[in-house]
T-cell receptor
Framework: DAKTTQPPSMDCAEGRAANLPCNHS???????VYWYRQIHSQGPQYIIH???NNETNEMASLIITEDRKSSTLILPHATLRDTAVYYC?????????FGAGTILRVKS | EAQVTQNPRYLITVTGKKLTVTCSQN?????MSWYRQDPGLGLRQIYY???????DKGDVPEGYKVSRKEKRNFPLILESPSPNQTSLYFC??????????????FGPGTRLLVL
């Protein structure tokens, strides 16, 4: 059962901010929102996670709406190396259920 | 360097010939997990382990075995491989996170072809 809904693909110009949306309208109170990405066939890479508050780290920012039903991952200055499949996952505990994700293409 | 290693990275084998894919992590993580990735089906969890000697089935455990005798190692065993187990396999580890969020580290993947 898909807990999240993401657009299948997005394009972004190099150097611009990439904003990737995710809907998770059935999220439970104790579930976290995680973002991972997978570049080609490499192992998925953790980006960021959050519960209620907005979060920022060296890779990205995560904006979670007040009702927690949706979130946005922001890559502030996308580069060609950010081209990947981005997965939004909601879960409690360690179990990650990967959906189809969003293919982000960063173009020069 | 914190990492999850898998061996072998590539493997071609024949139906029925037992094989083991090793996974090792150097971060003292309690939690380890195996996934397989197939075109159109995404990543699916095979087995996971919350700690030494504690393992449980994921979503697609049929045809696989695991063991967790040491904290750092979590081998995936295919007793009698079949062509439908041809896939890209990933091992992952993290601290246990029942009450908070933790990032999971993934290995580089093992590409298996069963003829």
């Amino acid at each position: 059962d898909a807990k999240t809904t993401q657009p299948p693909s997005m394009d972004c110009a190099e150097g611009r901010a990439a904003n990737l949306p995710c809907n998770h309208s059935t999220i439970s109170g104790n579930e976290y929102v995680y973002w991972y990405r997978q570049i080609h066939s490499q192992g998925p890479q953790y980006i960021i996670h959050g519960l209620k508050n907005n979060e920022t780290n060296e890779m990205a920012s995560l904006i979670i709406t007040e009702d927690r039903k949706s979130s946005t991952l922001i890559l502030p200055h996308a580069t060609l190396r950010d081209t990947a499949v981005y997965y939004c996952i909601v879960t409690y505990g360690n179990k990650l259920v990967f959906g189809a994700g969003t293919i982000l293409r960063v173009k020069s | 360097e914190a990492q999850v290693t898998q061996n072998p990275r590539y493997l071609i084998t024949v139906t029925g010939k037992k094989l083991t894919v090793t996974c090792s992590q150097n971060m003292n993580h309690e939690y380890m997990s195996w996934y397989r990735q197939d075109p159109g089906l995404g990543l699916r969890q095979i087995y996971y382990s919350m700690n030494v000697e504690v393992t449980d089935k994921g979503d697609v455990p049929e045809g696989y075995k695991v063991s967790r005798k040491e904290k750092r190692n979590f081998p995936l065993i295919l007793e009698s491989p079949s062509p439908n187990q041809t896939s890209l396999y990933f091992c992952a580890s993290s601290r246990t996170s029942r009450d908070s969020g933790w990032d999971q580290y993934f290995g580089p993947g093992t590409r298996l072809l069963v003829l």
